[in-house]
């Protein structure tokens, strides 16, 4: 039976000619002897339960901050990852436009020489076939001249002295080139 402290204010002793019952004071006391150990125990256990969840509690905000500092690491290294993986992105990105800058300006470049290298072709192609007419137009005009036929030996001389047709500018090239058939 559990004794509250109602009970031990409220508690009379049964009178007797020279004081209280003894058997009942005794009796009294024992209770309260008995629940004051009870509680005495009940006192103790729950101060050794206070001081395990103390501790526990101490060794569960110890690892909380252990852990709020291991999250912060982990949360500024995967920043610091992030920051440098986009940098090196760009760094890569950066360097790609540059090759393919690079890239598209020889590709310009080669197509500029090559349009260079045509037009020098079709300049040359041109002279050639200028160079090609001038020589057939004298060949063909030499072609058309007559043959002249010596009669007298004392005229052959004056012959070779007189200046033929063809040594007129009939077989100049226009353009002040002398094509030689090595050339052609």
């Known amino acids: 039976m559990a004794i509250t402290p109602i009970d031990i204010q409220q508690h009379r002793f049964k009178s007797r000619p020279f004081g209280y019952d003894k058997a009942g004071v005794d009796h009294f006391l024992e209770m309260v002897s008995e629940e004051v150990e009870r509680l005495s125990k009940g006192n103790q256990e729950l101060k050794e339960e206070l001081a395990r969840t103390r501790t526990s509690l101490e060794e569960m905000r110890g690892r909380e901050t252990m852990l709020k ?9 995967t920043d610091d990852m992030l920051n440098n993986a986009r940098r090196e992105g760009e760094i890569i990105v950066s360097d790609a436009q540059l090759r393919a800058e690079r890239t598209v ?6 197509r500029v020489q090559l349009i260079n290298d045509i037009q020098e072709i079709k300049r040359q192609k041109i ?17 058309d001249l007559e043959v002249v036929t010596m009669e007298r030996p004392e005229a052959k001389e004056l012959y070779y002295d007189e200046s033929l047709p063809f040594d007129e500018g009939l077989c100049e090239a226009d353009d002040g080139d002398d094509l030689e058939l090595e050339d052609v």
């Open 105 to 110: 300006r020889d590709a310009e470049e080669r």
């Open 127 to 143: 002279s050639f076939e200028t160079s090609l007419r001038s020589l057939v137009e004298c060949h063909t005009r030499l072609l």
């Open 69 to 77: 500092e291991t999250l912060l690491t982990a949360q500024k290294m």
